[in-house]
């Protein structure tokens, strides 16, 4: 039986087979930090929400002033504050789960559009992977729904698959571990695939590190690429507009 090839059909399967070629080349992972990694100046409402939540639920005024947040996960952060504002290591254990709720429900509820706070190059290499097929997921050290609402704002939402957040492990290698294992199990990785890293910060860099993981250092947060150098990262450029996928997926 004679099968025609019409326009539409030659189109169908052309689609087809993108597709399944693209699905086929998904043996990859790449990681992203949010804040100075994909986001920068988000503005001061992730920190707002923190000292909210240590005044509603301790009654004590704390502040970010003076802590050196770049790197750190926001639990972290949190004991930093209530040390700082004379809480004892009884009233942090104590009261930590319900400060972490409610500075997730402040958030957001207060978060602003952040579609313009998008760092360089971050949007088209989310972009790039997704029509590769190459899955996409979060390592940071915003709790779980600061920073989904973060990445929904700043409309990156769609193309992130997965994240490992602040309150999800001890510190940020832990978090590497949660997600490695969780791209495993849904198939997406195996032994030998590339996998990398994205951040701004020497944090990202021994996390990634500590898992035998590609360290890619970008300098768009507060950490300059002279000390981001000092760390060795196994990659490092001025923004995400200087990575090919090509570099980044090497096996």
């Known amino acids: 039986m004679k099968i025609e090839m019409t ?26 930090d949010i804040d100075g990694t994909l986001l920068r100046r988000a503005g001061p409402h992730h920190r707002e929400a923190l000292s909210a939540a240590v005044r509603k639920v301790t009654g ?10 770049a790197g750190m996960l926001d639990r972290d952060i949190l004991a930093t504050m209530l040390r700082n504002a004379g809480a004892s290591g009884a009233l942090i254990r104590r009261s930590m789960p319900a400060i972490v709720e409610f500075a997730q429900r402040t958030y957001v509820r207060t978060c602003p559009d952040l579609r313009a706070k998008v760092c360089p190059g971050a ?34 939402r769609h193309y992130l698959r997965f994240g490992a957040f602040a309150e999800l492990a001890r510190d940020r290698a832990g978090l590497v571990d949660i997600a490695l ?22 944090n990202d860099i ?46």
């Open 60 to 69: 004590l005024e704390s502040t970010t002033e003076g802590i050196a947040v």
């Open 206 to 251: 021994r996390a990634a590190k500590a898992h035998g993981v590609r360290a890619v250092a970008v300098a768009t947060g507060l950490v300059g690429e002279e000390e981001l150098a000092r760390h060795s990262p196994d990659l490092l450029v001025p923004d995400m507009r200087a990575l090919s996928l090509e570099v980044l997926l090497r096996p």
């Open 181 to 202: 294992r969780y791209a495993r199990r849904e198939g997406w990785i195996e032994r030998g695939s590339p996998v990398a890293l994205i951040g701004d910060h020497p």
């Open 7 to 32: 326009p539409a059909s030659i189109k169908a399967s052309a689609k087809a087979s993108a597709k399944a070629s693209a699905k086929a080349s998904a043996k990859a992972l790449v990681l992203f």
């Open 123 to 156: 949007r088209m290499l989310l972009y790039k992977l997704s029509r590769r097929g190459v899955p996409a997921g979060l390592v940071t050290g915003n709790l779980t729904r600061i920073g989904w609402k973060k990445m929904e704002r700043a409309g990156l």
